[in-house]
């Protein structure tokens, strides 16, 4: 293999990177990637385990000297967000991710990168073939399908990992540790669609140009939310009008804030649709205003067409979907104004789809507070039985709480310092991490988690630092040293 990757050391964690950026690995599609772990894991007699939804720990005995030293676990995920530019031609079950390298940064041409959490991968990979570094026994896990609900980690067997020590290396700011995370959720409404045949004129909105962003890392950035930006002018113009509404699409993940919603309603005539026309522009000026500071690109293309036959949902349907839009939970709910200000709460109504016969809604509530948790969940389970709608809970995990005491805290706070001359910042954050699992399944776990810096993750504008993921290395090797002493 011809390597891109060129002048940053040690070499072979850079060309694992591009090894595993060679291997498509979205989410539920991991088998490949994991057989390749298997495969480096046997080829150099490390001990190995494979289970049945591909999640892979690989043992290794501790270096000479070490022996008597704790065992510590090294763990990441295996899956990556698949998501690309409009116009872009990649197929994420048969293709690799075309790496581009460019003044220092390394990225993808058009795709995501898959950094997070590739990264790990290659960390791991890298300490496993590496005889020369000192060391306790180390436990690497690789986990599956983290992307869409922490399902491997849920699902595997910890009774295999011996370790009570862990470094999760799913974190994605150089220089800061995360000790804390909050727990999530998935709730899911539907509700069956009548339809009715209209004809006349449609009118069709199109929202564009948000940032999006991760619905828990940037859930506090007062960003724009697609379907909760199209639900407000739906129910404006069903208030001065009587259009019907045909279709109400937006977003494809539900951690993911939504960046682009299509709505098409249809009225009796042209000029009817024209009055709402206008009415749907005079709304997109008010947002444009109240974003300019917070989502600078919003735009919405404004459409009529006339001579238009369509199945149009009926009015109950559409005005259940609209007030759930406006009514759920979304945004930041609570922050712990007694500490930092940190978000504590929030929900995302990430994806609506609406087919000819069903509508979904998916939202992500998350806290790092379960009775706060459950409290939400609560609310959502009210407003769908006010609504008609059904509901589901799925894909929950617990939040990590923040311990006094961490022994493995304090190593990599005083290899930072030492290192770099700086401190290491700690802190806590709304998103969700592997590690609430294995310490609610490993009583007594010391975790941390940490990574080299990565920007625009879940984005087709993600990319990262080399030099960052060089000195990460450094840092890791020079904990895992003092760890073995």
């Not at 490949?32 to 290794?60: C, H, M, P, T």
């Not at 407000?232 to 069903?238: A, C, G, I, K, P």
């Not at 770099?420 to 490993?442: K, N, Q």
Request: hydrophobic letters at 45%.
């Amino acid at each position: 293999m011809e390597y891109k990757i060129a002048g940053y050391k040690p070499e072979k964690l850079f060309h694992f990177f591009e090894d595993i950026a060679a291997i498509p690995r979205e989410s539920r599609d991991e088998k490949a990637i994991s057989d390749f772990l298997v495969a480096f894991a046997k080829e150099r007699g490390l001990w190995v385990y494979q289970d049945d939804v591909y999640n892979v720990i690989i043992k290794k005995p501790a270096s000479a000297g070490a022996e008597g030293t704790p065992a510590v676990m090294m763990q990441g995920h295996i899956d990556m967000v698949c998501d690309k530019l409009a116009g872009v031609e990649h197929d994420f079950k048969t293709q690799g991710i075309d790496l581009v390298v460019k003044d220092g940064v390394l990225s993808a041409n058009g795709t995501t990168l898959g950094a997070d959490n590739g990264v790990a991968v290659a960390l791991m990979l890298t300490i496993l073939d590496d005889d020369s570094l000192v060391h306790p026994a180390l436990e690497c896990v690789f986990t599956t399908d983290e992307e869409t609900g922490l399902v491997g980690a849920e699902t595997l067997d910890k009774s295999q990992i011996d370790a009570r020590i862990m470094i999760n290396l799913d974190s994605e700011e150089e220089g800061v540790a995360t000790v804390s995370c909050a727990g999530g959720v998935v709730a899911t409404y539907t509700r069956p669609v009548t339809r009715e045949h209209k004809a006349g004129s449609t009118l069709t909105l199109e929202i564009s140009g948000l940032l999006g962003g991760h619905s828990g890392a940037d859930i506090h950035l007062e960003r724009g939310n697609g379907n909760l930006l199209m639900a407000r002018m739906v129910e404006r113009l069903m208030a001065a009008g009587d259009p019907a509404l045909v279709t109400f699409n937006g977003g494809t993940k539900d951690n993911a804030i939504n960046r682009e919603c299509k709505a098409v309603l249809v009225y009796p005539d042209h000029a009817a649709a024209e009055a709402g026309a206008a009415i749907a522009a005079s709304i997109v000026k008010d947002i444009k205003v109240e974003l300019e500071v917070f989502d600078p690109g919003f735009a919405c293309a404004i459409a009529v067409e006339d001579g238009v036959e369509v199945d149009a949902m009926s009015k109950d349907d559409a005005l259940a979907l609209v007030r759930a839009l406006r009514l759920a939970p979304n945004g930041v709910m609570r922050r712990n104004v007694a500490a930092d200000g940190s978000v504590e709460v929030s929900s995302n109504i990430g994806v609506v789809a609406v087919t000819d016969d069903q509508i979904k809604i998916l939202l992500s509530p998350r806290s790092s507070i379960k009775s706060l948790q459950d409290d939400v969940k609560d609310r959502i389970a009210t407003l769908a039985e006010v609504l008609g709608f059904d509901v589901i809970f799925e894909y929950e995990y617990p939040g990590w709480s923040y311990v006094e005491h961490s022994p493995v805290r304090e190593v990599f706070q005083e290899s930072y310092r030492e290192l770099f001359g700086t401190e290491l910042r700690i802190e806590s954050i709304h998103a969700g991490l592997e590690c609430g699992l294995f310490a609610d399944a490993l009583p007594g776990l010391d975790a941390i988690a940490v990574g080299p810096q990565l920007y625009d993750v879940h984005t087709p504008d993600e990319h990262m630092e080399l030099a960052s993921f060089e000195r990460f290395y450094v840092l890791l090797v020079d904990a895992l040293r003092r760890l073995a002493q």
